[in-house]
């Protein structure tokens, strides 16, 4: 079981950075991959990125490609994404979930989930 809290958002200005956080609790948080997924209002919840277990691998959605980075430190229990460059089209709600495997891209694949943290881009 792995209950992760997301934290780092706020209100920006276009081309403005963000980092947030989501620390997880639990043993074995070093097991699972951890992906990042949005949701604007209105629309479905969609992947941004993703990180696995050792933090050997990373992808990202071709969106945010360049901009964002994702990463995570097992000893603290805490995988990050930096947001850069951000655009009004990126203001949606954040969320971290973990899985078992790596490379997995739909949300149910992912069986924990965060609350969220809000990420407003103003233009």
């Known amino acids: 079981q792995v209950q992760l809290v997301e934290s780092g958002g706020g209100l920006v200005q276009a081309g403005g950075s963000l980092s947030l956080s989501c620390a997880a609790s639990?043993?074995?948080?070093?097991?699972?991959?951890v992906g990042w997924f949005r949701q604007a209002p209105g629309k479905e919840r969609e992947f941004v990125a993703a990180?696995?277990?050792?933090?050997?691998?990373?992808g990202y959605a071709d969106s945010v490609k360049g901009r964002f980075t994702i990463s995570r430190n097992n000893a603290k229990n805490t995988v990050y994404l930096q947001v850069n460059s951000l655009k009004p089209e990126d203001t949606a709600v954040y969320y971290c979930a973990a899985s078992g495997r790596y490379g997995y891209t739909r949300t149910s694949e992912y069986p924990y989930w965060g609350q969220g943290t809000q990420v407003t881009v103003s233009s």
């Open positions: 990180v696995s277990a050792s933090g050997a691998s990373r």
């Open positions: 639990g043993r074995t948080f070093s097991s699972y991959a």
